[in-house]
């Protein structure tokens, strides 16, 4: 079965400072997407990125963007020029190509932004 | 265009009570998905659908059921509530565009049972 992990509980950063999440996962499956979701105290799940797993290029998103390493089974998310209002619970999700709609998710990841 | 629209917010239960969690969309998307969310776990899959009249079970199903007579709607019934379903719960419904699937999710519902 597959599995997602977030090896980090809580993280800080100071603002305009980078910070990176990891997001480690399990699977056997060649094609898939993965995605990271954030969920600011207003408990609303909000897309930052995807990526295909076939596509070899790392997904950007302004100030977000990806370090997909497909061997290691790594896709971790780096925030550039961290803003206050990027303090919430990030969640990394696993969605096998064939798997209809069956998205995993890891535990997530709480990142607080120090001013 | 209002997206996902979850009803209530907030609800508590007592204890073998039964109650349904609604959940609309307006975006015409065919698959359509509840989770929970507990603490220090993520979202888990309660059950989903592919389309009117078609579901399927999730990761955890026992003690919910649902049915899908259109596609905009997807309700979730707890049948015989338990301290155990104490949790919050998110309706999901997923597209595909160009860059691949993406979902879409409800405000959510915090539902306490006592």
């Known amino acids: 079965a597959q599995t997602v992990t977030q090896s980090q509980p809580e993280m800080s950063v100071q603002e305009a400072e980078t910070v990176t999440l990891s997001c480690t996962y399990d699977t056997s499956e060649s094609d898939y997407y993965l995605f990271w979701y954030k969920q600011p105290p207003s408990r609303q799940m909000i897309l930052v990125i995807r990526?295909?797993?076939?596509?070899?290029q790392n997904a950007t998103e302004n100030r977000f963007s990806v370090n997909f390493q497909k061997a290691a089974k790594s896709f971790s998310l780096k925030i550039s020029d961290s803003q206050l209002g990027d303090a919430a619970m990030y969640f990394c999700a696993y969605r096998n190509q064939l798997a209809y709609d069956k998205v995993i998710f890891g535990p997530g990841t709480s990142l607080s932004v120090i001013p | 265009n209002a997206g996902v629209t979850q009803t209530p917010k907030f609800q508590v239960l007592k204890t073998g009570q039964s109650m349904t969690l609604q959940c609309a969309q307006d975006?015409?998307?065919?698959?359509m998905s509840w989770y929970r969310q507990d603490p220090g776990m993520g979202l888990r899959l309660i059950h989903y659908s592919v389309g009117a009249g078609i579901t399927d079970q999730g990761e955890v199903p026992n003690g919910y059921n649902v049915s899908r007579s259109t596609t905009e709607d997807f309700p979730l019934r707890l049948l015989s509530a338990a301290p155990s379903q104490t949790s919050v719960y998110f309706c999901?419904?997923?597209?595909?565009?160009?860059?691949?699937?993406?979902?879409?999710f409800g405000s959510g519902t915090r539902l306490t049972v006592v």
């Open positions: 975006m015409n998307h065919e698959y």
């Open positions: 999901a419904s997923s597209y595909v565009d160009r860059v691949g699937y993406g979902y879409t």
């Open positions: 990526q295909e797993a076939y596509k070899q």
